[in-house]
C-alpha cells in the first residue's frame, strides 16, 4: 500500500500551494521541492507497520488533497530562517505532519475498525520523534497536545453561562488550527537554530494566521461567505463535501451556532488576524518564506472576500 507519496509535486503543480503564492523565486521553490521530498519519504518511512494503516491512509489523502501537507510546508518555512540543512529539520516537519494526521483521524466515523488504535499511536509517535530533537521540541509539542486537547473539550462544552459566544469560538481556535500551525513554523525555526526571538515570532505568527484561516472557513461553513476554496481545503485538509478538519472530531461550525452578531463580528476581526500575523514577522529577515508568509495571508485575505 503507497500510504505516502514518495514525491512532493502534489504542492508544486499548477493547483498548489506555493504555487498559488506566486513567489516567482524558482530556486527558493527549488529547495523546498527538495525538502518536502525528503520530509515525505521521512514520513513514509515513520508510518510503516502502524496499526489500522487504511484509516491513517483515508486521513492521508485529506491530509494531502488540493496542495496540503501546509504543517509540513510551514515548518520548513519557519528552518529558513535558521539553517534549514541542519539534523533533524526533516523530522521536525514530520512531527507536525503525524499530529496533523492525528486530527485528521479524528474525523474518521467511530465505527471504522482499529481507528483507536491509529488515534493514539500517531500523537504517540510524533512524541517520540519530538523526544529525539530535544527537550525544547518535546516541550513544544507537549504545549501543543495539551492546548489541542483542551480545544476539543472547549468545543464539545460550548460557551460557559454569560460567556461571549465570540470569545469562546476563538479560544477554541487558537487550540487546534493556530496551536498546530505555530507549533509548525516555531518547531521548524527551533531546529534550524534560528535566533530565540525569530522562534517565538514565528509561534505568533502562525497562531495568528490559525485563527484567520479557521475564521474563513467557518464562514463558509456557517453560510456567511461563498463556497470554501481549494486553499481553505487544502489547510484544513478535507475533501469537498466534508468536515473532517485540523480540529476535534465532527467539529461543527461554531459560528453558525453563535448567530449572526457573532458570525459579522468574526468576519471584520478576521483581516485583524492577519495583520496580527505579518506584524508578527515583520522584524524577521527578508527572505523568500517570510515573501511566503505574507503571500499566504494575503491569499487568505483574497479567498475570504
Not at 162 to 181: F, I, K, N, P, S
Not at 206 to 224: F, K, M, P, T, W
Not at 232 to 251: E, K, L
Request: charged share 25%.
Amino acid at each position: 500500500m503507497n500510504l505516502v507519496q514518495t514525491r512532493a509535486d502534489f504542492v508544486y503543480d499548477e493547483t498548489g500551494l506555493l504555487r498559488q503564492l506566486d513567489l516567482r523565486a524558482p530556486e527558493f521553490e527549488s529547495r523546498m521541492r527538495e525538502a518536502m521530498g525528503a520530509a515525505e519519504k521521512c514520513l513514509r518511512d515513520c508510518l510503516d507497520g502502524m496499526p489500522d494503516a487504511d484509516a491513517v491512509e483515508r486521513a492521508d489523502r485529506l491530509a494531502r488533497r488540493d496542495g496540503g501537507r501546509l504543517p509540513m510546508m510551514l515548518t520548513l518555512l519557519g528552518a529558513e530562517f535558521g539553517e534549514p540543512w541542519r539534523e533533524g529539520v526533516t523530522r521536525a516537519a514530520v512531527v507536525t505532519e503525524l499530529v496533523h494526521l492525528s486530527l485528521l483521524l479524528s474525523a474518521t466515523p467511530v465505527r471504522d475498525t482499529g481507528r483507536g488504535a491509529a488515534a493514539d499511536w500517531l500523537p504517540a509517535r510524533s512524541a517520540q520523534l519530538a523526544a529525539g530533537l530535544g527537550p525544547d521540541a518535546l516541550r513544544l509539542n507537549a504545549r501543543t497536545a495539551g492546548r489541542l486537547a483542551a480545544a476539543q473539550l472547549r468545543t464539545l462544552t460550548g460557551p460557559a453561562p454569560g460567556e461571549d459566544a465570540l470569545t469562546h469560538y476563538v479560544e477554541a481556535t487558537a487550540g487546534d488550527t493556530a496551536a498546530l500551525l505555530g507549533m509548525a513554523l516555531g518547531l521548524g525555526a527551533l531546529q534550524a537554530a534560528a535566533p530565540e526571538p525569530y522562534v517565538r515570532s514565528l509561534i505568533r505568527c502562525g497562531e495568528h494566521l490559525g485563527v484567520a484561516l479557521r475564521i474563513a472557513d467557518d464562514l463558509c461553513a456557517a453560510g456567511a461567505r461563498r463556497t470554501g476554496t481549494r486553499m481553505r481545503r487544502a489547510v484544513r485538509g478535507r475533501a469537498p463535501g466534508t468536515r473532517g478538519s485540523v480540529g476535534p472530531a465532527r467539529r461543527p461550525a461554531l459560528l453558525a451556532r453563535t448567530g449572526g452578531t457573532a458570525a459579522r463580528r468574526a468576519e471584520q476581526s478576521l483581516h485583524r488576524w492577519l495583520d496580527e500575523a505579518r506584524a508578527a514577522v515583520g522584524s524577521l529577515p527578508s527572505l523568500p518564506a517570510r515573501r511566503a508568509v505574507y503571500a499566504l495571508c494575503d491569499t487568505v485575505a483574497a479567498r475570504a472576500n
